[in-house]
């Protein structure tokens, strides 16, 4: 690491003011801030100096996805040699999922981050690491079978028009990687629903099959419970919904492994607990509603626990809805925006068999609402506090 940092300041002139590369200047400065910590301090004014800044909570973050991803990986192996009625080792079906994946994580970081080196360049600004995150989650929260030029297109729309045109990260009101999801949900709807997108059919380099045995179907279990005709139509609990081998987007399905990466976020104090554990129960409370007093439909009468393991249920609680940039920002807020998130997920999910995934959808509303929620929150505040002036005196 010493001969790349000596290699670093011996360039470094050339990129600097008045030198032949100056124009580059934002581009070696993002890849030199990537890889060390700036040498730069505030040498002035009131500042707060911290051990922690906003690359290292990125890093935090995208180091809570690691479990969620690499679980993804094996389930996407694991039911592409299931689908084919093949048989394969760990190491087998971790790769075929690994290969099937890693395009994705390409694209999405390319196309990312080239929109953000080229709009710093353009604005003779920093390039700043938001989209760390946003790059590695946008590759976890689509089918595995969606076409890379699909999602090159909706990457390059959210970075653009959903982050960009607010002034770049911090700025941003709606959840990047969701608004990713959202374009590609609705642009192109049948590569993002249905049976056959959510288990990958193709083989990759020898690995795997390259077409399904008669009568397969890949449907997720939110799927058949939003087509089926009894109240009782929707598959049982089954431990595989907790571990995550079940179809369904690539980083979603393993409960477990989001609840490691929800104790990593907890533990360092990234996300609020206030507004992750608000998302599970009121997602649990409305299902408990739903199924004493809902329709007579499979979704509504699915149990409350299993709503909450199904989906993007658990992954959009604990990496989406925390997200500092997007959510609440007031303590009480906070509850509300969690809380209000959780019952909208499951009120779209029982109310319109259509979209049985509701996370997505609720996390985008209360991204609006959530500035509203903070204004009252302090009105609120305020109000009490004058309240208290005018009796004291």
């Known amino acids: 690491m010493k001969a790349l940092r000596n290699y670093l300041d011996k360039i470094k002139p050339n990129f600097e003011e008045g030198g032949k590369l100056h124009a580059f200047h934002s581009v070696f400065d993002g890849f030199e801030t990537f890889l060390y910590v ?15 800044d906003s690359k290292r909570i990125m890093s935090l973050v995208v180091l809570s996805l690691v479990p969620a991803l690499l679980v993804g990986m094996y389930n996407v192996g694991y039911q592409n040699y299931h689908a084919t009625g093949t048989t394969g080792s760990f190491v087998d079906m971790f790769a075929y999922g690994f290969l099937a ?10 196309v990312g981050l080239g929109i953000e080196f080229v709009v710093a360049q353009w604005k003779k600004e920093e390039i700043q690491e938001g ?20 999602l090159a297109v909706a990457t390059a729309f959210s970075v653009i028009f959903a982050k960009e045109v607010f002034g770049g ?23 993002m629903s249905g049976d056959a997108v959510w288990v990958s059919g ?13 009568g397969f179907s890949g449907a997720t279990a939110l799927g058949v419970a939003s087509t089926a005709t009894t109240a009782t139509g929707y598959q049982p609990f089954s431990w595989d919904m907790v571990t995550g081998l079940i179809p369904g987007s690539i980083g979603e399905t393993s409960t477990i492994a989001i609840l490691i990466g929800a104790v990593v976020l907890l533990w360092t104090g990234i996300a609020s607990c206030k507004t992750m554990l608000s998302v599970f129960v009121g997602g649990g409370l409305m299902a408990w509603v739903f199924n004493a007093f809902g329709p007579d439909t499979a979704m509504a009468h ?38 209000l998130i959780g019952v909208m997920a499951i009120v779209i999910r029982v109310l319109n068999p259509g ?29 009490r506090r004058e309240k208290r002036a005018l009796k004291s005196n």
Request: hydrophobic share 50%; with cysteine; aromatic share 14%.
């Open 131 to 150: 989209f760390l995150v946003s790059g590695i989650l946008i590759p976890m929260i689509v089918p595995v079978d969606c076409p890379l030029w699909i």
């Open 202 to 214: 193709n083989s990759i380099f020898g690995l795997g099959g390259d077409k399904f045995v008669d």
């Open 355 to 383: 979209y049985p995934e509701g996370m997505m959808l609720a996390i985008l509303l209360m991204n609006i609402f959530a500035p509203l929620i903070d204004y009252c929150v302090v009105q609120s505040n305020i109000g």
């Open 101 to 110: 994946v890693l395009p994705k994580i390409i694209v999405s970081y390319v």
């Open 38 to 52: 700036p040498s730069k301090t505030a040498k002035s004014g009131t500042h707060i100096h911290d051990a922690i």
């Open 302 to 339: 699915m149990p409350w626990y299993e709503h909450l393991v199904l989906g993007g249920f658990c992954f959009g609680a604990v990496f989406m809805a925390t997200d500092p940039v997007t959510s609440a920002r007031t303590e009480t807020g906070k509850y509300i925006f969690g809380f």
């Open 169 to 191: 990260t911090g700025m941003n009101i709606f959840n990047v990687a969701l608004i990713t999801r959202a374009f590609m949900f609705f642009a192109y709807p049948t590569k």
